[in-house]
């Protein structure tokens, strides 16, 4: 089995829209039937899902010594464990993630390194 990085990606957090500030938008009832369906996702992957991952926010750019506040698109990652990128892929169909505008999904496939 492969390992997968699945990266979640949101058009909306490039214009300024924070991954709180979307959680903190969302009535309770839009947040309770969202995490349904995301544990509905989650049971039909079942160990192929090795981390659920989490939502993620703030991001700074580290660059030759110095950082500095960045943007980015990625508000959460999912790991799985898969046979091929194809089966990896397949496990996102229908994921709740793509319910949201400017939703897309990255999935990447782990390399292990030589001689670790």
């Not at 659920?52 to 506040?69: E, F, Y």
């Not at 996102?92 to 319910?99: G, I, L, S, V, W």
């Not at 949201?100 to 390399?111: F, G, H, I, R």
Request: hydrophobic share 40%; aromatic share 6%; glycine share 6%.
């Amino acid at each position: 089995m492969k390992k997968y990085l699945v990266l979640y990606h949101s058009e909306a957090a490039l214009s300024g829209v924070s991954t709180a500030e979307m959680f903190a938008q969302t009535t309770p009832e839009q947040l309770a039937a969202g995490m349904a369906a995301w544990r509905a996702w989650q049971e039909k992957c079942s160990s192929a899902l090795t981390d659920a991952g989490a939502p993620v926010d703030k991001s700074t750019t580290v660059a030759g010594g110095s950082t500095a506040p960045s943007k980015t698109s990625i508000t959460g990652y999912t790991l799985l464990q898969a046979n091929s990128i194809e089966d990896a892929v397949a496990l996102m169909k229908d994921h709740p993630h793509f319910r949201a505008p400017s939703a897309s999904v990255q999935v990447l496939e782990c390399v292990s390194l030589p001689g670790m």
